[in-house]
């Protein structure tokens, strides 16, 4: 998975926070993990599966969050008539009018109009101007959208 994660400033903060919040929740995990060890039997022991099922998932996560964070690459808009990483989009497409920020796959919400570059749609807006019209290949299809403006 090693690579370049592209963040905002804001991105990167909200992703620290949880890697603490995880680093905090395992004490508390350990401490179940005790309790359920001095039940006795644990290979009949519901309580130690489950702690130890979240103990696990928990380190999985913490180690996947630290090799973003230590990778990370903070997206800094430029204003230029150049779509790139970061910039915010007005486009017109089949369903009307939308605005699209560009951002890394760690900060995708497509409800909220955040795309990924490395979607079909973040790939094809890349590096084009005001006034292209594009034809995208998408999972449903050929859509053609018209680059309305770099806001």
């Known amino acids: 998975m090693n ?4 963040l905002t400033n804001e991105g990167l903060e909200k992703i620290k926070k949880e890697l603490e919040e995880l680093k905090t929740k395992r004490q508390e995990i350990a401490s179940r993990i005790e309790d359920a060890k001095s039940l006795g039997d644990l290979s009949e022991n519901a309580e130690y599966t489950q702690a130890r099922e979240a103990q696990s998932f928990n380190e ?3 180690a996947e969050i630290e090799e973003i964070v230590k990778n990370a690459s903070i997206i800094t808009h430029q204003a230029g008539d150049t ?3 970061g910039c915010t989009i007005e486009v017109e497409g089949p369903a009307g009018r939308k605005v699209f920020t ?3 796959s760690e900060e995708t919400k497509p409800s909220e109009g955040r795309i990924s570059n490395e979607s ?3 790939k094809a807006f890349l590096g084009r101007r005001s006034g292209e019209v594009l034809e995208i290949k998408t999972p449903k299809g050929m859509v053609t ?6 806001l």
């Open 102 to 104: 560009l951002v890394g």
């Open 3 to 6: 690579g370049k994660h592209f």
């Open 83 to 85: 779509i790139t990483m």
């Open 120 to 122: 079909p749609l973040g």
């Open 60 to 62: 999985g996560r913490i």
């Open 145 to 150: 959208y018209k680059i309305i403006a770099i």
